[in-house]
């Protein structure tokens, strides 16, 4: 599900204990470890000043089976574009404990001059 609760909904912390259970020796500390700092660069993302104080900003972390269903679909559009490359980076998402896309959404021209 993409994130866009903006800065209200980032300061919301609801998932801070289940965020907080790794224990040394733990079979999943990796796994919990990594998607906890994709979570946190996420809030970084939601919550980092934005330009004219607009929130365009939509997120998700991906983790566990979702990697491989995001891989699979990177080769197919490889594939089916002619684009190169797509393979090659699809392995490393496979190899990666997680991911987190970063993207924006309803986006408006703000018609700032920086007077530059």
């Avoid at 946190?40 to 566990?64: C, F, N, Q, R």
């Avoid at 699809?90 to 703000?110: E, S, T, Y």
């Amino acid at each position: 599900m993409w994130r866009e609760e903006g800065l209200a909904g980032a300061m919301q912390c609801a998932e801070a204990p289940e965020m907080l259970h790794l224990t040394a020796g733990s079979p999943n500390v990796m796994e919990s470890t990594l998607r906890l700092v994709a979570e946190l660069m996420e809030l970084s993302a939601i919550t980092a000043p934005k330009a004219g104080g607009k929130d365009y900003i939509v997120t998700k972390v991906i983790a566990g089976d979702e990697l491989n269903t995001l891989a699979d679909a990177m080769v197919q559009y490889g594939q089916q574009s002619g684009k190169r490359n797509f393979d090659r980076d699809a392995a490393g998402v496979k190899a990666a404990g997680a991911v987190l896309l970063v993207g924006i959404k309803d986006a408006r021209p703000l018609s700032l001059n920086c007077g530059a």
